[in-house]
């Protein structure tokens, strides 16, 4: 069974530039997270996706970060304009539903973004 | 709000037992969760404990929990050179709301 897919693997941008990250979930899972991973932290979720609704992206900043799953299954995550702050891994996940503790979310290897 | 804390390292002989601690704040924590982190790769879950559980073991790992102290450890027998990765320990407040992680813990295992 193939993983969470996740691109580019790396990004190095300028501060006030844009960036976009792609994630494609394991097959038939409903359930889709994002997460940012600042350096010597544990992921904080930004945004979830059941199918293509959004669950909960309270701590998405919501002035520069948008995403979407249009299609319910492929998903991108966008910063416009970048600040150095955003310099993190972002990791993608996803689980085949969202009820807590029966569903194993499962991470992509991540985007690590560097905003100079 | 939910906080969850852990020391940032540890350090084992190969063939020891790792003990991993970590400490959470929301009681209305349902379940708990420990992940594995190695270089380069998102997180991989190792073991959840439900609130009503005290230990939970499975195969190498033994999770125990405190919920008088919020207390939670993760104890890994027989620890090789190829465990050693950043654990995470998490929580999920209560029934729809999503993780919260706490820093990690690198292990690091000597030979």
């Known amino acids: 069974e193939a993983g969470v897919a996740q691109s580019p693997r790396y990004k190095i941008i300028e501060k006030r530039q844009s960036v976009a990250f792609w994630c494609n979930p394991i097959s038939g899972h409903a359930t889709l997270y994002w997460y940012q991973q600042i350096l010597g932290q544990g992921p904080k979720l930004l945004i979830q996706?059941?199918?293509?609704?959004?669950?909960?992206d309270s701590q998405l900043p919501k002035d520069r970060f948008s995403a979407e799953r249009l299609k319910g299954v492929d998903s991108t995550l966008k910063i416009q304009p970048a600040k150095l702050e955003d310099s993190a891994v972002y990791l993608c996940a996803s689980s085949l539903d969202y009820q807590p503790g029966r569903y194993e979310q499962y991470f992509g290897p991540g985007t690590r973004l560097t905003v100079t | 709000g939910e906080d969850v804390e852990q020391s940032l390292f540890l350090s084992v002989r190969e063939g020891d037992s790792s003990v991993i601690n970590c400490t959470y704040t929301d009681s209305s924590s349902t379940y708990l969760y420990w992940y594995k982190q190695e270089p380069g790769a998102g997180l991989q879950l190792l073991t959840y404990?439900?609130?009503?559980?005290d230990m939970k073991q499975d195969q190498r790992l033994t999770v125990l929990l405190n919920k008088k102290d919020k207390h939670l450890s993760l104890r890994i027998a027989d620890t090789q050179t190829g465990d050693s990765a950043i654990y995470f320990c998490?929580?999920?407040?209560?029934?729809?709301?999503?993780?919260?992680f706490g820093p990690g813990t690198r292990l690091s295992v000597l030979p």
């Open positions: 998490a929580e999920r407040p209560s029934y729809g709301q999503n993780f919260v």
């Open positions: 996706f059941q199918n293509n609704g959004v669950v909960d």
């Open positions: 404990i439900f609130s009503n559980m």
